[in-house]
């Protein structure tokens, strides 16, 4: 059988997807999710034809739901759209509206895309953190998979914060862009394998978008009391540890999901996201393209040439 492959191709409106809200897209994303679905190289998606894209901003078209009205400015992230229900890289979405969110007051719709799933998952991972007692007084915070869109996020945000952040990359020519995120220290990607069950105590917390053997040297290395917040599988879905972090030094580990975040805790991290991310974090972490070009750069994201987050520009 055939791989089906993507292409660029007109739909006429009839064919959408049920739902009550119909948005007319201006700004997509392209996310690791997005690029396993354009490229074939990951099972996201399971029914063709299928629209990927996990996440928009847009402007209501029509809406049966009393919550949304005609030209108000929306964003979704998550529920399975782009996976399971047809998503962001078009120019026409229809959705249920318990998907959506009202755009941030104080963000536009691109600074929205920028953000992204990629970004509100970060403030998810800091917000876990904080809950878990973490403060900048508490020591250094590791951030794994620096370089891509949840970890540049994540750096810029805990560096706004107060926090000292260590960013570890595997890219040499991904360090000056991530001090200019805000990372104080950045380390190789290659001093994160062979774990011992314990070693030194190096950080008072981390977010971790790679897993695997990263992932359990970065447990091993949480001081005692600390918290890390694991959101990816970059490098893999396994997890090498033991239990003696957790029960010799009080370790936590937060997993942190986006899709199903409940509305409150959505709200709540795109009001902080709006008020925490800085001006130049907009300017620093973007690369802008427009939807005829998403198979070119989902290519770029699977060969880790990817840097930031990839905005897609729907609306001409």
């Given at each position: 059988?055939?791989?089906?492959?993507?292409?660029?191709?007109?739909?006429?409106?009839?064919?959408?997807?049920?739902?009550?809200?119909?948005?007319e897209v201006?700004?997509?994303?392209?996310?690791?999710?997005?690029?396993?679905?354009?490229?074939?190289?990951?099972?996201?998606?399971?029914?063709?034809?299928?629209?990927?894209?996990?996440?928009?901003?847009?402007?209501?078209?029509?809406?049966?739901?009393?919550?949304?009205?005609?030209?108000?400015?929306?964003?979704?992230?998550?529920?399975?759209?782009?996976?399971?229900?047809?998503?962001?890289?078009?120019?026409?979405?229809?959705?249920?509206?318990?998907?959506?969110?009202?755009?941030?007051?104080?963000?536009?719709?691109?600074?929205?895309?920028?953000?992204?799933?990629?970004?509100?998952?970060?403030?998810?991972?800091?917000?876990?953190?904080?809950?878990?007692?973490?403060?900048?007084?508490?020591?250094?915070?590791?951030?794994?998979?620096?370089?891509?869109?949840?970890?540049?996020?994540?750096?810029?945000?805990?560096?706004?914060?107060?926090?000292?952040?260590?960013?570890?990359?595997?890219?040499?020519?991904?360090?000056?862009?991530?001090?200019?995120?805000?990372?104080?220290?950045?380390?190789?990607?290659?001093?994160?394998?062979?774990?011992?069950?314990?070693?030194?105590?190096?950080?008072?917390?981390?977010?971790?978008?790679?897993?695997?053997?990263?992932?359990?040297?970065?447990?091993?290395?949480?001081?005692?009391?600390g918290c890390?917040?694991?959101?990816?599988?970059?490098?893999?879905?396994?997890?090498?540890?033991?239990?003696?972090?957790?029960?010799?030094r009080n370790?936590?580990?937060?997993?942190?999901?986006?899709?199903?975040?409940?509305?409150?805790?959505?709200?709540?991290?795109?009001?902080?996201?709006?008020?925490?991310?800085?001006?130049?974090?907009?300017?620093?972490?973007?690369?802008?393209?427009?939807?005829?070009?998403?198979?070119?750069?989902?290519?770029?994201?699977?060969?880790?040439?990817?840097?930031?987050?990839?905005?897609?520009?729907?609306?001409?």
């Amino acid at each position: 059988m055939e791989k089906p492959q993507a292409t660029l191709q007109p739909v006429d409106e009839i064919m959408l997807p049920e739902g009550d809200v119909t948005v007319e897209v201006d700004y997509s994303g392209l996310n690791f999710k997005d690029a396993l679905a354009i490229t074939g190289k990951g099972k996201i998606i399971r029914q063709f034809p299928m629209v990927p894209g996990i996440d928009f901003a847009g402007l209501v078209r029509h809406s049966e739901d009393p919550r949304f009205h005609p030209g108000q400015n929306v964003v979704l992230t998550g529920w399975g759209v782009g996976e399971n229900h047809w998503g962001g890289l078009s120019g026409l979405a229809r959705v249920k509206g318990d998907w959506l969110v009202p755009l941030p007051e104080g963000l536009s719709g691109r600074q929205a895309m920028i953000i992204g799933t990629a970004g509100f998952t970060a403030m998810l991972c800091v917000m876990a953190l904080e809950d878990a007692g973490i403060t900048p007084q508490s020591g250094d915070v590791l951030v794994t998979g620096a370089s891509g869109g949840v970890g540049s996020t994540a750096v810029s945000l805990l560096s706004t914060l107060g926090y000292t952040v260590v960013a570890a990359s595997g890219r040499t020519s991904t360090h000056d862009y991530l001090r200019q995120l805000g990372a104080s220290r950045i380390v190789g990607r290659d001093e994160f394998s062979d774990a011992k069950p314990l070693e030194k105590q190096l950080w008072a917390g981390a977010i971790d978008t790679v897993g695997d053997t990263v992932l359990a040297k970065v447990l091993a290395q949480t001081q005692y009391g600390g918290c890390v917040a694991a959101c990816g599988l970059a490098g893999g879905f396994a997890l090498p540890t033991t239990v003696m972090p957790f029960i010799l030094r009080n370790v936590r580990l937060q997993g942190v999901d986006s899709v199903m975040t409940p509305m409150p805790r959505r709200l709540a991290a795109w009001a902080r996201l709006a008020r925490d991310l800085p001006e130049h974090f907009y300017h620093t972490a973007t690369t802008e393209i427009g939807l005829e070009r998403a198979v070119e750069f989902a290519e770029a994201i699977m060969e880790n040439r990817a840097q930031g987050r990839t905005v897609v520009k729907i609306k001409r």
